[in-house]
């Protein structure tokens, strides 16, 4: 289904974007990993290069020889220079060894020897002990120096990393100037095995910091499917199946118990939909209803016609003018209240509620009514009770013109039933939560067991006034009421007097 893959999709994308991510950082950790160990040797290095022009300037101030003799006397009485170094050798112009820490007795605590010493008697003049240097003077390791002199071309320090025996090294070999001219070389080897341990420490937490990241995204990537785009999935789903009125698809009832957006969602989409289709069954019942009503008038109106047309009676003929008029002004009304009816239930759902004060509102409401021509033909008196328990006020939220539309509509009612020189009662009474208005007239009263019914479309109990109801009136009072979260009620009076009341009770606050 289409909306399983759109919904896939996201997962998809959430997906490749989090692998470009990984990507970008895995190239960036990469080339960091490459670049940690090249730096921690360069500062190593560094540090050698300082030893080396140290020992140069030691060996120039002091004006030893660059000999194999003299190397060894200087060797020990500047040994601090060569504090924690594996090793230190000095190779004449030709490359050949004439000097090597590793063949001097010195102080264990200065120099970590790998090579057996072999211990000599000491005479007046000497103050080193040593072994032959014919060792370490072989052809391969000359030639091996040689070749790192020959191809030496700048000032710049030869750097080699050495692995031996699960230990790493680091050498560096420069020259030894005297007089800007170069006499021989020097070569410090260090060992070096903490920087293979800082890489290692590097390389493990960015392992496991990856591996902690991978897990998290997977996590939620099931619970991105599971908790949101499943549901999201069904939601399209149930709108799909509204459209193709398959109500046994598309079923989202697991999800409106929820207390999450998507559960919010899920209800508003319910509310919305069930609100949908009851104004869609509204309508058909409406245009249903609507139809049978006219039918009425116009066959009064074909019989009528029918007769007018045969009938030479002047009398008769008026009588049956009256019909046609009669039947047409019905079929205008029905029509025109039908049409505005609609109007105002499309109007409803956009316009916004605002504080009102129902006291105010029912006082315009009536002093437009007592300027009204029917009003004063009929003597028609209107009273306004108010009453307010525990000193509540009549202050309301809701749609102002709608509320004038409902007090209007039951004044009209009530007009119609009202003998002449009657009153009509507006009673206002404010509560905590609720404010209420109840009109009552002196009319006949209900005449139905069941006062519900006047409150359906069409309906109406006047048929000797026909032409001037279309029976829409109370309907819609009931709609707009409901709208604003209130109910309303129809009944005869019950204080003694003959007449009919109809009660509307509308929260203070209400959210649409």
């Given at each position: ?101 590793n063949i001097i007795d010195l102080d264990q605590n200065v120099f970590v020897r790998s090579d057996a010493v072999i ?394």
């Amino acid at each position: 289904m289409n909306l399983v893959k759109s919904s896939s999709s996201i997962l998809r994308k959430f997906l490749i974007f989090n692998s470009v991510v990984f990507l970008v950082l895995g190239l960036f950790t990469f080339f960091y990993l490459n670049a940690i160990q090249p730096n921690l040797v360069k500062q190593r290095v560094e540090k050698h290069t300082v030893i080396i022009n140290n020992t140069s300037n030691h060996i120039e101030r002091l004006k030893i020889n660059f000999e194999e003799k003299d190397l060894k006397n200087f060797l020990i009485s500047t040994r601090f220079l060569f504090q924690n170094l594996e090793r230190v050798q000095f190779f004449n112009i030709e490359g050949e060894l004439i000097g090597d820490t590793n063949i001097i007795d010195l102080d264990q605590n200065v120099f970590v020897r790998s090579d057996a010493v072999i211990q000599e008697n000491i005479d007046a003049n000497s103050n080193i002990f040593e072994k032959d240097l014919s060792s370490e003077k072989s052809p391969q390791k000359k030639e091996n120096i040689s070749n790192l002199i020959s191809n030496k071309k700048n000032e710049e320090p030869i750097v080699i990393e050495i692995k031996e025996n699960n230990n790493f090294f680091i050498k560096t070999l420069n020259g030894l100037k005297i007089d800007s001219k170069v006499l021989g070389y020097i070569q410090v080897t260090e060992q070096a095995n903490e920087i293979l341990t800082a890489v290692e420490e590097r390389r493990n937490f960015i392992l496991r910091t990856v591996i902690a990241i991978a897990i998290a995204i997977f996590v939620f990537s099931i619970f991105l499917n599971k908790y949101i785009l499943t549901p999201i999935a069904a939601l399209v789903g149930y709108t799909e199946a509204i459209k193709s009125k398959d109500d046994s698809s598309g079923k989202i009832e697991k999800f409106l118990e929820r207390t999450d957006e998507l559960g919010l969602l899920s209800r508003s989409l319910n509310n919305m939909t069930t609100d949908l289709q009851q104004r869609t069954r509204r309508a058909e019942n409406s245009s249903a209803d609507l139809a049978h009503e006219i039918r009425n008038p116009l066959a009064s109106l074909k019989g009528a016609s029918e007769l007018l047309e045969n009938s030479s009676d002047r009398s008769e003929r008026e009588k049956l003018i009256k019909i046609l008029s009669h039947d047409v002004e019905r079929i205008d009304r029905l029509i025109t209240d039908y049409s505005q009816m609609l109007k105002d239930e499309a109007s409803l759902s956009r316009e916004k509620m605002k504080k009102i004060d129902l006291q105010v509102l029912v006082k315009n409401v009536v002093d437009e009514f007592e300027s009204n021509s029917k009003v004063i033909e009929k003597n028609i008196k209107f009273k306004i009770i108010k009453e307010k328990p525990n000193g509540y006020d009549f202050q309301l939220f809701g749609i102002d013109n709608r509320l004038e539309q409902i007090l209007a509509n039951l004044l009209d009612n009530a007009l119609s039933f009202s003998p002449n020189k009657g009153q009509v009662s507006i009673y206002i009474k404010g509560k905590k939560d609720t404010v209420s208005f109840n009109v009552k007239d002196q009319g006949p009263g209900f005449s139905e067991t069941n006062t519900d019914k006047i409150f359906k479309r069409f309906y109406s109990n006047r048929p000797e006034k026909f032409g001037e109801h279309s029976g829409l009136g109370l309907n819609i009072v009931k709609s707009i009421v409901e709208m604003h979260g209130g109910n309303v009620q129809a009944s005869n009076r019950t204080d003694n007097q003959r007449g009919a009341q109809i009660e509307v009770v509308l929260p203070k606050k209400y959210n649409q």
